[in-house]
Every structure is written in structure tokens, then in C-alpha cells.
């Protein structure tokens, strides 16, 4: 399992979440930040910090959002 960054980050990046994920799997790209679903060790470090409340564990994801999830393996797939 893992975390993904959702809309709310799109307009926001604050970038709190990458300086405390302990494996270093958040990454800027050009319109959000990215959770490498392949690394992320599902600590929640992340989502505690999050200023916009825009992290969610995959699971979680609402149909709606499960874009992000496609977004974020197309990114680092490319990387």
C-alpha cells in the first residue's frame, strides 16, 4: 500500500511532505508532487504534515481520485 497526493496539491505544493518521508520517495514534478507508489513504506509521516490535506493511503481513494494514482505511477514510469 501506499500514499498519493491529491487536487489540493496541484494549487499548494508546500513541500513539507517530501522534507519528512524517511525513504525519500516524494518527488516535485512540474504541477504537484509525486509519491513513488513502488517505494513509499506507508508510514504516514507524510500525511501528518501534509498543510492542505492532500495525502491519502491508496486504498482510500474515492473513484474520483484514483487519477492520482495513474498520475503518479505515469511519473515515475517516465523517470
Same mark, same amino acid.
Given at each position: 500500500?501506499?500514499? *498519493?497526493?491529491?487536487?489540493?496539491?496541484? +494549487?499548494? !505544493?508546500?513541500?513539507?511532505? =517530501? +522534507?519528512?518521508?524517511?525513504?525519500?520517495?516524494? $518527488?516535485?514534478? +512540474? /504541477?504537484? @508532487?509525486?509519491? /513513488?507508489?513502488? *517505494?513509499?513504506?506507508?508510514?504516514? =509521516?507524510? !500525511?501528518? $504534515?501534509?498543510?492542505?490535506?492532500?495525502? %491519502? %493511503?491508496?486504498?482510500?481513494?474515492?473513484?474520483?481520485? %484514483? *487519477?492520482?494514482?495513474? !498520475?503518479?505511477? =505515469? @511519473? @515515475?514510469?517516465?523517470?
Amino acid at each position: 500500500m501506499a500514499f *498519493v497526493i491529491l487536487a489540493p496539491c496541484e +494549487t499548494e !505544493k508546500a513541500g513539507e511532505c =517530501a +522534507t519528512v518521508c524517511p525513504v525519500d520517495c516524494i $518527488v516535485e514534478g +512540474t /504541477d504537484q @508532487f509525486y509519491i /513513488d507508489p513502488d *517505494v513509499c513504506i506507508d508510514c504516514g =509521516a507524510c !500525511k501528518a $504534515v501534509c498543510p492542505v490535506d492532500a495525502i %491519502e %493511503e491508496e486504498y482510500d481513494l474515492t473513484p474520483e481520485q %484514483e *487519477v492520482y494514482l495513474e !498520475k503518479a505511477e =505515469a @511519473f @515515475f514510469a517516465n523517470e
